[in-house]
């Protein structure tokens, strides 16, 4: 099974700029879906953004505008483009893969702490 490890994470002052990486142990071209969820402290996790194997993407409104999501098929990489981030951004962040008719592949997640 394809495993996925994120980075990229850190603390940042509001205002400024982080981009995360999830890179796969295997191909991902496969994949129907990969994209990154966050959780915050006694908050569920959420969908941050979505791209899909035809590289449709879709964000949550919260980060519309402010994020952008990528994925490099010949890298196996997806990455998250986080810019003016605010301090509700501050969450552990995920990076899943998913192919229809199989359970979804979680990475183990890297923490964005933004100070306001």
């Known amino acids: 099974q394809v495993q996925l490890v994120e980075s990229g994470g850190g603390l940042v002052q509001a205002g400024g700029s982080l981009r995360l990486s999830c890179a796969a142990s295997g191909n991902i071209f496969g994949f129907d879906s990969m994209g990154w969820y966050r959780q915050a402290p006694g908050k569920q996790r959420e969908l941050v953004a979505l791209i899909t194997r035809i590289r449709s993407t879709n964000y949550a409104d919260s980060v519309k505008g402010r994020f952008t999501i990528s994925r490099d098929n010949a890298e196996n990489r997806v990455y998250l483009q986080m810019n003016s981030l605010e301090a509700e951004d501050t969450a552990l962040y995920f990076c899943?893969?998913?192919?229809?008719?199989?359970?979804?592949?979680w990475g183990q997640g890297t923490q964005v702490t933004v100070s306001s």
């Open positions: 899943y893969a998913h192919h229809y008719n199989s359970p979804i592949i």
